[in-house]
């Protein structure tokens, strides 16, 4: 169904009654969200109050030195910070390293700085003083003072307890922004949720969250909508005997990838969004602004495609509903990949006249035809695509010939088998449900919490009691908020990340299972992981910085399905004349998915369609079908 920006929660009733029901006959929503993800994209900020220790508070406009143009001179080098100077308060307090206490908080600059907020005339505010993590006493006691008179208030220990004062600054300040709209969000959903239906958020670790949880983190639904999709994938590539995959959810706006290594998504503290750094645990998916609605131009006589977008409003040319511009969905459909007699949504009718109307300007300045222009469009996006694709796994040391793709959205399984040979992939899985993937990762997703939190500790000076303390509470702490949900403290399962690095190095490297009891092989596991991401490693001294904890409540076994037993010849529902990235044309035959026969391999040229996606196979690439409903697409290199 249609989302519905400015009212979600009617879209929710839309999608419920979509599928013949009422919400009292639901007894759980996995809900994902991208209205987090909009805000902070868009630029959408809630005037929000700073508090920081005395000397500190600019830190948030100074950032880092790095650019994000290095060559461009006309552009700021940084995003404008998200508090202006008058809304920033210093307190007089000060914590060493340690968290010992060098200038105490008083009760009187408590109160002054509380009636500056107050005066300033914001409901927002974020505290995020210095060396907070190593002990949150001070910001506890603000917190508390500053809930009494503004309703919305973020602590920096509560949301990113580590080290790095710009990234923790301004993760918390993220938070403080998007509270109320959260909050506003959940009280609309609870208004008109039944009392015995049950609701839970995707959060951006690709677990579920309760609603009293994410209304004091909101920013945890940073990444909601892509985590879905990530979690589903790991869940098909573990189904299928894959270790190592890398996901392609091709949307309308962009195209998001992840790399899952050895059957695990991998997580990033580090992340940029809209230009804005945020530090704490979310799926490192990387995305390009290349889906369907991205626009194609000419700049300075080179074809570019995205970032820029038609949206869902007034979308594409060829959706008939006042676009104007040459997207990727108009190439799509006067190559042929798009189906014009199909209805999209329910309500979208594809207008082949449209599409062409909006490529014939574009494709005269580049002095071609309007099909030479379509296939030009595609070559563009699968570039830039492919691209973000090796960017993801070079840059973590990894060689993407290893990985096989995962292909879902609306648009990814037309576009996989073109991306996949630029990459030298030689294997595609179109999941069942590859439209909707990312609802299924919802209804997949088990409730967890994580945290990650500097730790600090050399190797030449470990304390092992000191560090089984800091895991159990820790763990505690998590798994109290699971235990609140209704699940026994004895199923939980948990995870850790450490984060290590040579003394001296400013970042750190991560280490999924280490050895947490044995200094010895905890450090020749940092030496192959530093060996397998740089090239090399020294065998030096070296510091746990930081350390991910993630508890989980136990899996729900799913209702299996019935495997599908199709044989015989697949049922051709049609033909159309596609041109494919080549240049060459054929007569295409269309096939039902559903018919397609289990465990054989078809040649292409193909097109298999269900009601809600389309696959391409170009010529000299197969595809077959396993009794779960899987398509498996070989890729020719």
């Not at 626009?295 to 995205?306: D, K």
């Amino acid at each position: 169904m249609p989302s519905q920006p400015q009212q979600p929660v009617n879209a929710i009733l839309d999608a419920i009654a979509a599928v013949g029901l009422t919400w009292p006959q639901v007894e759980e929503i996995v809900h994902g969200t991208t209205i987090v993800t909009n805000d902070i994209v868009e630029s959408r900020w809630r005037p929000c109050a700073l508090i920081a220790t005395a000397g500190f508070s600019d830190t948030i406009e100074l950032a880092r030195g790095s650019r994000r143009h290095l060559y461009r001179m006309d552009a700021l080098p940084r995003p404008a910070p998200l508090v202006p100077a008058d809304l920033r308060f210093d307190v007089a307090e000060r914590l060493d390293h340690e968290g010992r206490i060098t200038t105490a908080l008083t009760d009187a600059e408590i109160a002054r700085v509380v009636a500056a907020v107050q005066a300033a005339g914001v409901d927002t505010a974020a505290v995020c003083l210095l060396h907070a993590f190593r002990n949150p006493a001070h910001e506890q006691r603000l917190g508390e003072a500053l809930r009494q008179v503004v309703p919305h208030v973020s602590l920096s220990h509560e949301v990113s307890p580590e080290f790095r004062e710009y990234e923790r600054m301004n993760t918390t300040v993220l938070n403080a922004m998007m509270m109320a709209k959260i909050k506003h969000h959940l009280g609309l959903l609870a208004a008109r949720k039944p009392d015995d239906s049950r609701l839970h958020l995707m959060h951006s670790a690709s677990g579920m969250a309760s609603p009293a949880l994410i209304a004091e983190r909101p920013l945890m639904l940073a990444m909601s909508g892509p985590a879905a999709g990530v979690a589903a994938s790991c869940k098909a590539a573990a189904d299928l005997g894959i270790g190592h995959a890398i996901t392609f959810d091709m949307g309308g706006t962009t195209t998001d990838v992840c790399l899952i290594v050895d059957g695990r998504a991998q997580i990033a503290v580090n992340r940029d969004l809209g230009g804005q750094r945020i530090r704490m645990p979310m799926v490192a998916v990387d995305s390009i602004g290349a889906g369907g609605g991205s626009i194609a131009r000419l700049v300075s006589g080179a074809l570019t495609v995205g970032p820029e977008s038609a949206g869902a409003r007034p979308g594409p040319a060829c959706y008939g509903k006042g676009g104007t511009l040459p997207t990727v969905s108009d190439a799509d459909l006067l190559m042929g990949y798009l189906n014009p007699g199909r209805t999209l949504g329910g309500s979208i009718t594809l207008s082949p006249d449209k599409a062409r109307a909006a490529i014939a300007p574009l494709a005269a300045d580049m002095g071609f035809s309007v099909e030479q222009a379509a296939c030009g469009i595609a070559r563009v996006v699968h570039s830039n695509m492919a691209r973000a694709l090796r960017r993801a796994t070079v840059e973590r040391g990894l060689d993407l010939r290893q990985f096989q793709m995962v292909a879902f959205g609306g648009a990814g399984p037309m576009h996989a088998v073109e991306v996949a040979r630029l990459c030298g992939i030689s294997r595609i899985v179109v999941p069942a449900y590859s439209s909707g993937f990312s609802a299924l990762g919802c209804v997949d997703a088990v409730m967890s919490y994580s945290r990650q939190m500097t730790v600090g500790m050399k190797s030449t000076g470990w304390d092992q009691p000191a560090l089984d303390a800091l895991i159990a509470a820790q763990v505690a702490d998590l798994s109290a908020a699971l235990v609140a949900a209704g699940h026994e403290g004895a199923t939980l399962q948990t995870r850790q990340t450490a984060g290590i690095r040579y003394s001296g190095q400013s970042y750190e490297t991560p280490i999924e299972g280490p050895a947490l009891t044995d200094p010895a092989l905890l450090g020749a596991q940092f030496d192959a992981a530093h060996r397998a991401l740089y090239g090399y490693a020294t065998g030096e001294a070296w510091e746990l910085a930081s350390l991910r904890i993630e508890v989980l409540a136990p899996e729900t076994a799913a209702a299996p399905e019935p495997a599908r037993t199709a044989s015989g010849d697949p049922a051709v529902t049609g033909q159309r004349r596609v041109i494919f990235e080549s240049g060459d044309s054929h007569d295409v035959p269309v096939l039902d998915r559903d018919s397609l026969p289990v465990g054989v391999m078809l040649d292409g040229p193909l097109i298999v369609e269900d009601a809600w996606s389309t696959t391409i196979v170009p010529p000299g690439d197969r595809i077959g079908a396993d009794a779960a409903g899987h398509l498996t697409i070989e890729v020719t290199l």
